[in-house]
Every structure is written in structure tokens, then in C-alpha cells.
């Protein structure tokens, strides 16, 4: 059996590493010599983790979330497609444990699949429908509709793969770690942009792909709105929502004070840094988080782990009111047009253009959908005459997997987020206890923003998300696994 092994591992191997000289020799053909060497600097690091003991998985998550789109666009049939070394390093690392689907029991899962996984991967399985869809409204759209298939498909790889690879505690814990230096870079970023917007668009034009440019919006916002590495101030709203919570946790189980303390420091920069993002719908999304959070507890132990994090949070929240009322309020409110009597911003009377022409367009649309990432088209036949749709789709995520999808898909969709939802019941081990409120409580205030925006279809923020879904799946087994022997 160890022979057997050795022999699968050592075939794999080789074929990770066939594939990526292969790619190299492309890289060397078409790509400029920067972008050469940052892309064997990234199959470096992939040979390393390949060679030693080190979850493969952090290599290519804190590459994926460290680097922007910064590799040259590809345009195939006409159709331009922003990609980065993250992307190629996960693809990579994917076709490298692909044959484990077949050669293991399971599918490679630690633990056995439960009712997560499959909602999970049939979820992801059954959009194969809206791209057929697509692909048959839009023959000449094929192209299209596999790469944009891919994309979504990376989230789930990124959940298989951490389930797979992050499997015991010590594992774990270095993931998490790792994690944790991902969102200190992203606050070392964005308090960049706040100091001096100059240098922060400096580094972002120099590193990020020169055949995608920045857009007028971004660049005119750059000063107010923190975008951080993600090139979007709700994006980085969003994810700064689940940092806060998972730094949260670290700080309930902590018993080192030095550590504890700086623990509520990353807490507090996280929430500056939300309110500097300018996002109403990551500050809605935040304060369910935390009435979800606190709810889940309801413990008197951890009664003064949670004191000193509200209180700061109120603390910030009052010294940077007069910004929310400038920034947020009168953006908001304070424009002429209105609704229903109500003074409402630009982009507010946009979002609800977006919403009835999406309602609209279920009339047409309600049991096949109108294909897989084609909302925006949806949406233009009910939009009046010269309307752009903001971000390409409807600015509420479960309108959009219904239009996109029909009937069925926004069924199962709801399904796999009620199966998610399930996690906060998890019995953790005592010195995990908590970890699936965190993790939760982010979820909550996630499906809030949903609400707002296409926060289920954004792979910026779904991977990092799912990520941590995969570690807290592996603990909840892990904790069975112990009950069973």
C-alpha cells in the first residue's frame, strides 16, 4: 500500500511539474520579462511547496489574495479576461490533486463528505445548467461562458482544496496564522492609500496588468474610499467584516495579554478602515454580524471578551461620526431625486432601476434563467434606453443567481446556504469552541450585503470566505473523529 503511494504521489508530481515547464516555456514565448519572472518566482514557490511538508493550499490563497490582475490580459473570440499569478498557481495546484477525485475514497475529503460538501459541490456542479443555457442563447459567447465558469469554479477549488490539505490541528493553525498576515497586509495597504493616495497608485499601476487600466470611477474616489488590493471600496468592506470576526475569536481564546491587546489593535484598524470604504452595505452587513455574533454566545464567560471590542468599536464609531454623516448620510440621501418621498443618491435610484428590471425580467426568464453570468443582458431589456448597469449584473446576489439560473438554481442556492447556515451548530473541541460563530456571524452579515450587491458571485471575496468554510468543515471532523476513538 505504501508503494502504491509513493508510486501515486511520485506520478503526480511529475505531472505538476511537466505542466508547469510547459507553462513556463509558454510564459518565456509570449510575456514581457517582468511579468516572466513574476510568474517563475510564483512556480518557485509552488516547487517548494510541493517538495516539503507545507500545505500546498497557502502558497497559492496568500499569492491569489496578495497579487491583482497583473498578468496581461488574454482575449480569446474577441472577449477580454483579467487573470493573475493567483489564478494560475490555483489552477495548477488544482490539476495537481484532480486525479484524487478518482483515486480516492471520498474524493480525498478528511473525514468522509457530510451534507456541507455535497450542497456545496452540487451547487457547483448544477451551474454547468446555466452555462449550457448560456452557451445555447449565445453560441457566440462559448468562450465566455467556460472562462466565466472557471471563475466561479475556483471557489470551489478553493474549498476542496482545504479540505484535502488542512487537516489536522497543527495545520490548522499554521493556515490561520497565514491568514492572519494576509489581512495585516491588506490594512498595511489600505492605510497606504488613505496616508498617501499618490504612492498607493503608484504601486498598484506599476504591478497591476497595463492592458487593464484603472477605471474613472476608481481613480476619482481613490482619496475618500478605501479600495484597498481589491480595487473596490465594498469588496474591501466585505472582507474587512469577516477579518474583524475572525481576529474576534483570536482575541476570545487568547491568554497571553500582549497578544490579546494586539488582537483588539487589528480589530480596531479593521474597523476604521470599514468605515473609511465608504460602503452602506458592508456597515449594514457588520451590524448584523455582530448582533448574530453575540447572539450565538449568550455566554457569561466571555461577557468581558466581548466589553472591550464593543466598547471600542463605539469609541470609533463616535469620533468618526461626522464622517459617516459628510461621506455616507448626505451621499445618500442628500441629492434631489427621490423616491416614495425619500431623497435618494445616484447610486441608490440606479440599485433600485436594477431591481425592478430584474423582477421585470423574471416574467421572461423565471425557470431557465437567462444564462450563466448574462444578467446585465437581462437587465437592458427592461432598463430604459441608455441605462448602464453598474458592475454588470443586478446589485442583489439572489436576484442574480435567480436570473441568471431559474427556478431551480435559486432553489439549491438557497438550499447551500441553509446548509451553511447550519454551521453555527457545530460542537467544536473546547480549544476550538467558538471558531463557527466567527465564522458564521461574517456569513450573516454576507448574506445581508447580498441584499445590496453581487456578493456571491464576487471570487474575491467568496475564496477567502469558503477558505475558511473548508478549515471549519476539517475541525468539525476532527471533532468527530476524537468522539470515535
Not at 498598484?204 to 481613490?222: D, I, K, N, Y
Not at 468581558?304 to 464622517?323: A, E, H, L, S, W
Not at 447556515?421 to 471558531?435: M, N
Not at 452579515?445 to 475564496?463: P, S
Request: hydrophobic content about 55%.
Amino acid at each position: 500500500m505504501n508503494v502504491l503511494n509513493n508510486l501515486e504521489k511520485t506520478t503526480i508530481q511529475f505531472i505538476i511539474i511537466a505542466l508547469a515547464l510547459s507553462v513556463i516555456i509558454l510564459i518565456l514565448i509570449f510575456c514581457s520579462i517582468e511579468v516572466t519572472a513574476l510568474l517563475i518566482f510564483a512556480l518557485v514557490v509552488l516547487f517548494v511547496a510541493i517538495l516539503f511538508p507545507f500545505p500546498l493550499f497557502l502558497t497559492a490563497f496568500v499569492f491569489l489574495v496578495l497579487l491583482p490582475k497583473s498578468l496581461p490580459m488574454i482575449n480569446i473570440a474577441g472577449f477580454n479576461f483579467g487573470w493573475g499569478v493567483g489564478d494560475l498557481m490555483l489552477i495548477l495546484l488544482f490539476i495537481f490533486m484532480f486525479p484524487q477525485f478518482f483515486l480516492k475514497k471520498n474524493l480525498g475529503f478528511y473525514g468522509g463528505i457530510n451534507y456541507v460538501d455535497k450542497a456545496i459541490l452540487i451547487y457547483f456542479l448544477i451551474l454547468l445548467f446555466p452555462l449550457s443555457i448560456m452557451v445555447i442563447r449565445y453560441p457566440s459567447k462559448f468562450l465566455f461562458g467556460i472562462i466565466s465558469y472557471i471563475k466561479y469554479f475556483e471557489i470551489f477549488m478553493i474549498y476542496y482544496i482545504a479540505r484535502k490539505l488542512i487537516c489536522n490541528e497543527k495545520k490548522i493553525k499554521t493556515s490561520l496564522t497565514a491568514f492572519t498576515f494576509v489581512i495585516i497586509r491588506v490594512i498595511i495597504i489600505s492605510f497606504i492609500q488613505k496616508i498617501s493616495p499618490k504612492t498607493y497608485l503608484l504601486f498598484w499601476q506599476t504591478v497591476s496588468s497595463q492592458s487593464r487600466p484603472l477605471g474613472e470611477s476608481f481613480l476619482a474616489s481613490v482619496g475618500w474610499r478605501l479600495a484597498g488590493p481589491f480595487f473596490n471600496a465594498n469588496t474591501l468592506g466585505r472582507f474587512l467584516l469577516m477579518s474583524i470576526f475572525l481576529i474576534w475569536f483570536f482575541y476570545i481564546k487568547e491568554t497571553k495579554h500582549f497578544i490579546a491587546n494586539f488582537y483588539i489593535i487589528i480589530i480596531a484598524f479593521c474597523l476604521i478602515l470599514l468605515i473609511f470604504t465608504g460602503s452602506r452595505e458592508s456597515y449594514i452587513g457588520f451590524l448584523v454580524s455582530i448582533l448574530a455574533y453575540i447572539f450565538f454566545y449568550k455566554k457569561k464567560d466571555v461577557s468581558k471578551k466581548f466589553f472591550i471590542p464593543i466598547t471600542f468599536i463605539v469609541i470609533i464609531i463616535y469620533f468618526m461620526g461626522d464622517y459617516l454623516y459628510h461621506k455616507v448620510i448626505e451621499y445618500t440621501f442628500g441629492y434631489q431625486t427621490s423616491l416614495a418621498g425619500i431623497q435618494l443618491g445616484s447610486s441608490g435610484l440606479a440599485r433600485i432601476e436594477l431591481w425592478k428590471a430584474g423582477i421585470y425580467s423574471l416574467s421572461k426568464y423565471w425557470l431557465t434563467g437567462i444564462g450563466l453570468s448574462q444578467s446585465a443582458n437581462a437587465l437592458y431589456e427592461f432598463l430604459p434606453a441608455g441605462s448602464f448597469v453598474l458592475g454588470g449584473g443586478t446589485h442583489n446576489t439572489y436576484l442574480r443567481v435567480f436570473v441568471e439560473g431559474g427556478m431551480i438554481i435559486f432553489i439549491v442556492f438557497l438550499f447551500t446556504l441553509s446548509r451553511i447556515w447550519a454551521l453555527r451548530k457545530y460542537k467544536l473541541s473546547q480549544s476550538w469552541k467558538g471558531f463557527n460563530y466567527a465564522i458564521i456571524a461574517s456569513f450573516a452579515g454576507l448574506c445581508v450585503t447580498g441584499l445590496l450587491a453581487d456578493t456571491f458571485q464576487n471570487t474575491k471575496l467568496m475564496i477567502p470566505f469558503f477558505y475558511l468554510l473548508g478549515i471549519l468543515v476539517s475541525l468539525n471532523n476532527l471533532g468527530l473523529k476524537r468522539n470515535e476513538l
